[in-house]
């Protein structure tokens, strides 16, 4: 399936942005889906204050767990971990100029006129959904694909 099927699937099961992007990955390196659910779940809507996009902060949660493979410490982790949230957060700039949510959006989901709009522009199915599909493009490249 492809990501931008998979996004719409997805939200349409009512998952959030960070939630996706660690869903997809989940099933083809044998993580545990529901735990990686409950941590992405509050990571939506750029961690409630559109902050960093959920669909950015999922990829990180995948990146450090595929890092955790790799690495013999932590010191070796977080440094695995840091290069490819880097290279993550280069193509994904490259892509959409931003990391933040709000700007994403246009409007800042934090606030109850910014989410609102949003949804009654229909920016969560319209933005979102290719974001988080463009997540997981940029991870496949870096990763070679969910599978």
Known sequence: MDNITFSHQAFDSGLNC????????????GW???ALLAAAAGF???MKQGEHCGAVTGAYMVLG?????????????KAL????????NE?????HETLLCRELLGHDPSTDSGRTAAKEANLFVSVCRPLV????DILDDMVGGAG
Do not use: C
Request: without cysteine; charged residues 20%.
């Open 44 to 46: 939506g809507g750029g």
């Open 81 to 88: 971990a840091g290069q490819s949230v880097q290279s993550f």
């Open 133 to 136: 599909a463009s997540a997981l």
């Open 91 to 95: 193509r994904f700039l490259q892509r």
């Open 32 to 34: 545990p889906k529901e």
């Open 18 to 29: 960070s939630q996706s992007v660690v869903a997809r990955y989940s099933e083809t390196y």
């Open 65 to 77: 767990l595929l890092a955790l493979e790799q690495a013999d410490d932590n010191v070796e982790l």
